[in-house]
Every structure is written in structure tokens, then in C-alpha cells.
């Protein structure tokens, strides 16, 4: 942005996102402080719950998506980790010249498609997991749609990475780089074949949950409410990424930025959003660890509040894509809005450990518990604080594609989304084997690893890489903030060497949570009395 500056529209509304910001505060504070948002006391039963059900055959199918899902967050941070490190050594990989065969572009789109992949992954499996728990019977050939969705799945994930990998190096000829390779737009990277393959995926999915959930809904059951929510959020999950659709190969860019912030934003940060409420409230009303009435309210609520800032609020996105003024007023007072829940996730977090500790048996679920606190934490800090930091218009002026957005897109893609994706697995894991007593230690590890690495990563590297280059933004020029002449000064160097430690940290912990999955099956992750 050489020789602009920002507008008047852009410093007032910025103001009044801020002021609106604290009003909502207070407001959520006050509201809190009464009867609210409380959960109803209920004593919990004296045994678990799921001690006395027998696994059908598309929940012991489910057991497969939990292997490819690790599988997939082990290639994710291995593309990542190159990623990082050809910002300090650019086309190598301490000496190897990787990049020749896998360039920049080839892992950074391989790193943001395989996290969506194995999270989406595993909320599926966990979805079919708890479909027959619902319906308390397994519909006819749900076992052969649950293999099926998982070989479409398999066909998508590696069709659209190779397609990725063939269409950097030039092997498609024609047009055929927009439908089976890479259509360069992050977050929806994917050629338009594999998009429609994995919304067919999606529509499958819903069908196979609606399957279960439609049928208990018909009946006489107190928890209908709550399952009307659940599926309501099912189906947002699975038709929103329709989104991705919308436009065509020639389209221009202003429209093909509208609608893939629909993908990005609403698909992914409000309907995830409401979905992660939905199902940690589900799950927790089928242990009889809340009532089910209070969760069904809680979780309306909380899909109201996210959702009346979250829709308007994507047009944050859009202030500087040719939108009036009107947009980016309503984009900066909604977004500010939107992270007024965010900022009080600690209720949700302290709510999440009083549950943990409502029975004896609860302490099975320890570790899953203690992965949905992660996810309110991360929802705070990821989501709320350090998505708000990019948000307003005067920010993202300066800061749009700076350090600054990896900051939140790691804090809430892998922070929220991640750790519920693992406190999901592990909690449909715990419930195929109730009565086996895990060893705790290498969950555990995994658990203080992951947190603490990805903390590490954001403090110690990569916002402080993003605040200097918004300072050179500001004082010399966005242009001047992403130029090789300021990145590869000594300085910035040594932070983006710093990322070591918080990814070292990490990748220990995601191993040991691999490890630990994988013993599961071999017994070696149970206590000798168990095995």
C-alpha cells in the first residue's frame, strides 16, 4: 500500500468496535453474574453410563477414522515443520534441498488442508460414534455407509493433495487445474472435483447421523430439544460448506472473497463453533452429568449469541474487497460482538472441571475432560483475544497477512477445533473400552505438550514476528512489513528460530498422543490389570 492511508471510516469504526467491545463485556458480565447461563445441579449416576452398551458394528467401523485422523495430524505437522523452517533457510531443509520436490507453496496449502482434514475427520467419527447411542439401535446398513464415507474420504484427502502436489509443478494442461488440482484460494485450495467430493462426503455424513437422531427425535424422549440442536448443527456443518461452490473458474476476485469467507468464517468459525458447544453438551447430558433440559438452553444460547455477531461479523472480512462504508461499520461492531462470549469461556472451562470431578467414575474421563477445557481456553485466547487483535478496520489495514493472522488461525484452528477434534476421539475411545484403565502418563505428556508447545510457538515466535511487522507497516509501509530486506534481518531470524522449542514441544506431545492411540489397540495403553 504505497502512498495510501487509512480512512476516517476505518479509525472511527475501529473506536466504536472497542467501545461496543466492553459494553458487551459488561453486559455478558452481568448476565453471568445472575441466573443466566447456570447449569441445574443433578447427581450424577453412581456408574457410567456407557458401562452397559454394546458397540455395534459402525461404531467398531468409527475405530478406523480415528487411525486415519492421527495419521493425518502427524503429516500435518511434518508439512508444517518444513513450512516454518523455509522461512529461515528458504528453498532447503537444513542442507536438503526438499524444496525442489516440495516447495513452499506445496507444504504451506498441504499444512492448512490436512489440519482441516483430519479435524473434520475426527468430528465425523464422533458424530457416527454417538448416532447409535441416540437412535439405542443401529439402522439397517449403517455400518456399510460408515466404510463408504471413510473410502470417499480416503479418495478425497489424497486425490485433492496430489492434485495440490501436480498442479504447483505445471503437469495439468488446459483448465483442468481448477477441477483436480489447486485453485489458490486458502482454506478451499482444493480443485473444484475434490470439493464436490468432499461436500457429497458432508451430505453422506448427515445422512447416516440423520438416520439415527430423526427417529429419536419422533419419540418420547426429554432430551429432543437437545437433539433437534444437535442436528441442526449437523446439517449447518455439512450444507454451509456449500458455500465453497459458488463461484467458477473466471469469476472475480471481490466475488469468489465473498463467498469463501462463507467457508472460512461461517462454515468454519460459527457453525464448528456452535457444533463444539452442541456436542461437549451432549455428551455430558448422556452421562448424566447435566440435565438435559438446562444443556438443550445452554447450548440455544450460546449458538444465538455466537451466531447474531458471527454472520454479520464476516464482514470484517471484507473491508477492503470494494464493500461501502455500511460493511465495514457492520463488520468491525458485529466482529467486536462476536468475541464478547469468547473472553468468558472461563465459566464454560471451570464448569467443564467441576464435571470431571462429579463422580468416581468421571476421573475415566479425566483426560477427554480436560482437552474441553483446552477448547474453552483456546476459544478465549485463540479465538477471542488474538482474533480480535486482526479484526478491527485500522488493524487489518496494517496488519492483513502479517504474522498476526497465523497467530489466530493457529490459537483457533488447532487451539479450539484440534483439541476438541482430540478430546472427541479420546472420548469415544474411553466409551468403546469403560471398564480398562488407561495409563495416564502418555496422555498426559500429550495433553502439558500440546498446550504448552503451541503457547510457546504463538509468544515466543510468531507474534512477536507479527507485532514488528506491524510496526515497519506503520512507520515505513505494508509493502516494507513482507519484503525480504526487513524478514531476513538478524532479528526476525532468531524469532523465527525460536519457533523451535514451542514446535518441538508440540510435536512430543502430538507423538505421544499417536502412541497412545495406537497402544489402545495393542493393549500397552491399558494398566497391567486390564489389558
Known sequence: MIANRPTGPAIVWSGISFILLLAGIAAMVGFYAGKGYDHAKITPPISDPFLNISLTSSQKAVIAYFAVAAALFMAQIGAGVLTAHYGVEGQGFYGLPLARWLPYVVTRTWHVQLGIFWIATAWLASGLFI???????????????????????????AGSLLGEWASVFHKFSGNAWFFWGHQGYEYVDLGRAWQIGLFAGLLIWLALLGRCIIPALKGEGKDKQLLGVFLISAAAIALFYGAGLTWGMHSHLSVVEYWRWWVVHLWVEGFFEVFATVVIAFLFSKMGLVDTQSAAKASLMAAAVYLSGGIIGTLHHLYFTGTPTAAMAFGAVFSA??????????????????VGRAS??????????????????????????????????????????????PVHGHGALFG??????????????????PKGHWRDWPIKIAFWSMNIGLAMMIVWSLLPVGILQTLAAVDTGYWYARSAEFL????????????????????????????????????????KETR
Open 416 to 433: 479450539v477445533y484440534g483439541m476438541l477434534g482430540i478430546g472427541l476421539m479420546l472420548f469415544c475411545l474411553r466409551a468403546i473400552q
Open 337 to 354: 460482538l462476536e468475541v464478547v462470549p469468547l473472553v468468558l469461556m472461563g465459566y464454560e472451562a471451570w464448569h467443564h472441571v467441576r
Open 488 to 527: 531476513q534481518t538478524p532479528l526476525l531470524n532468531v524469532l523465527r528460530w525460536l519457533r523451535v522449542p514451542g514446535d518441538t514441544v508440540f510435536g512430543i506431545g502430538a507423538l505421544a498422543l499417536v502412541l497412545f492411540m495406537a497402544g489402545l489397540a495393542t493393549g500397552h495403553s491399558f494398566k
Open 131 to 157: 448416532g447409535p447411542i441416540v437412535a439405542g439401535k443401529e439402522p439397517k446398513g449403517q455400518a456399510i455407509g460408515v466404510y463408504v464415507l471413510l473410502g470417499a474420504l480416503f479418495v478425497v484427502v
Open 360 to 405: 468416581p467414575w468421571v476421573r475415566q474421563y479425566k483426560w477427554p475432560i480436560h482437552f474441553f477445557v483446552a477448547v474453552a481456553f483456546w476459544n478465549m485466547a485463540g479465538a477471542g483475544l488474538f482474533g480480535f487483535l486482526i479484526n478491527p478496520p485500522i488493524s487489518l489495514y496494517y496488519m492483513q497477512g502479517l504474522n498476526t493472522t
